[in-house]
């Protein structure tokens, strides 16, 4: 059976919850299927195996540990339908026995890791998404590449659509990230045209939920790690600026989705409900019970001042939008973080 006849065959039956109250759609599907992907161990990466793995489908997952955590697929290992690889995807290999698709998520992938790791970070952009393409290639399998929404920069239009070519500064400090991206999409679409790839690529927009790194300077887990311990919120600039935040349970359904889907052109992910970093802020406080006051920074270099997918583009071609409520979607990251105990205990 072909993806499309097989994506058209999957009948949502319902909705059970999930781990941590998300949830989580049930599909009934004919075939299993054998992915590779990239970024096993890490934050989204790893609910995606959960997820696909749930489906019955194999998983050969692939980390070099630079910003993954081990304990995101701890509970996977000796489940015979998962397998792992520690390797660094920019250095060339192969996968043995046949693959369904490939889904590429390794990436340097919050602030705090990018700036550290500029090189890594244009490496994995560069040769690891030339890797997996290869390894598509072989294996005459479809591809997924996850994007950014660092692709548009600090946005001229909004809310961002997919047609929209950005604003971003190519020399600056965000620029390892943000052009690793904008290069990955390019090489994706090159293979497409060159090769007739099937290829996608999923522009994913800020993303929360348990199995963040408490210290990777994402504004989620800074500011529920500041309130869990009473200290300051930092807010940088005046807080004005905007940003949406799309629940890692949404997040995972769309990229479900949209690989099972015969859309070539980049389509947005996220959450199009848009907050002040100050309303984002009062949220956290409330949801935590902390009276911790808020410490206003300077703002880091080319920080966007708006944020906001378009998402008409995933309505009409996967029927996907958001199902869970910030409220929700927030108590659930609160309480994966207060029931690792101590905030301390959640760092790497
Ligand atoms: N979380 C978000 O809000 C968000 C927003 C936009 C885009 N994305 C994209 O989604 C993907 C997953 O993001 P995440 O939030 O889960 O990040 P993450 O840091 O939790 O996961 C990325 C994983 O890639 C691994 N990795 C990095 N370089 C590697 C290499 N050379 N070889 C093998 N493994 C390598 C890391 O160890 C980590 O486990 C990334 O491509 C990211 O750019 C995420």
């Given at each position: 059976m072909g993806w499309s006849a097989q994506a058209a065959t999957a009948t949502s039956v319902g909705n059970e919850r999930g781990r941590g109250g998300s949830v989580v759609r049930v599909y009934i599907r004919s075939k299993r299927l054998r992915f590779i992907m990239s970024g096993a161990a890490g934050f989204i990466g790893s609910h995606l195996c959960d997820r696909l793995i749930a489906e019955g489908h194999q998983v050969v997952g692939v980390d070099n540990f630079i910003t993954g955590d081990a304990r995101n697929i701890d509970h996977l290992r000796g489940n015979r339908l998962f397998q792992f690889r520690e390797w660094d995807v920019c250095r060339p290999f192969d996968v043995d026995g046949p693959l369904d698709g490939v889904l590429h998520l390794a990436s340097l992938a919050s602030p705090v890791d990018y700036l550290e790791n500029p090189l890594e970070t244009l490496d994995v952009g560069s040769a690891g998404t030339r890797n997996l393409l290869e390894i598509a290639l072989q294996h005459q399998t479809r591809f997924m590449l996850t994007s950014t929404s660092e692709c548009y920069g600090d946005p001229l239009v909004h809310p961002q659509v997919e047609t929209?070519?950005?604003?971003?500064?190519?020399?600056?400090?965000?620029?390892?990230?943000?052009?690793?991206?904008?290069?990955?999409?390019?090489?994706?679409?090159?293979?497409h045209r060159v090769h007739r790839l099937r290829t996608n690529i999923a522009r994913i927009f800020n993303t929360y939920g348990p199995r963040m790194q408490l210290d990777d300077g994402r504004v989620v887990p800074a500011f529920i790690d500041q309130a869990l311990r009473g200290e300051p919120l930092t807010v940088f600039g005046d807080g004005s600026q905007t940003r949406s935040f799309c629940y890692v349970a949404d997040m995972v359904e769309g990229l479900y989705r949209l690989t099972l889907s015969d859309e070539r052109f980049p389509v947005n992910l996220g959450n199009p409900q848009e907050l002040t970093i100050l309303e984002f802020a009062e949220r956290i406080r409330r949801?935590?019970?902390?009276?911790?006051a808020l410490e206003f920074k300077p703002l880091p270099q080319d920080d966007p001042k708006r944020r906001q997918p378009d998402i008409s583009k995933a309505k009409q071609v996967l029927g996907w939008e958001?199902?869970?409520?910030?409220?929700?979607?927030?108590?659930?990251?609160?309480?994966?973080?207060?029931?690792?105990?101590?905030?301390?205990?959640?760092?790497?």
């Open positions: 929209y070519w950005g604003n971003v500064n190519p020399v600056g400090l965000r620029s390892c990230y943000d052009e690793s991206k904008r290069y990955a999409e390019a090489l994706t679409m090159a293979y949801l935590t019970g902390t009276s911790a958001p199902q869970v409520s910030l409220e929700e979607g927030l108590r659930d990251t609160i309480e994966y973080f207060q029931t690792l105990g101590s905030p301390a205990l959640a760092r790497r």
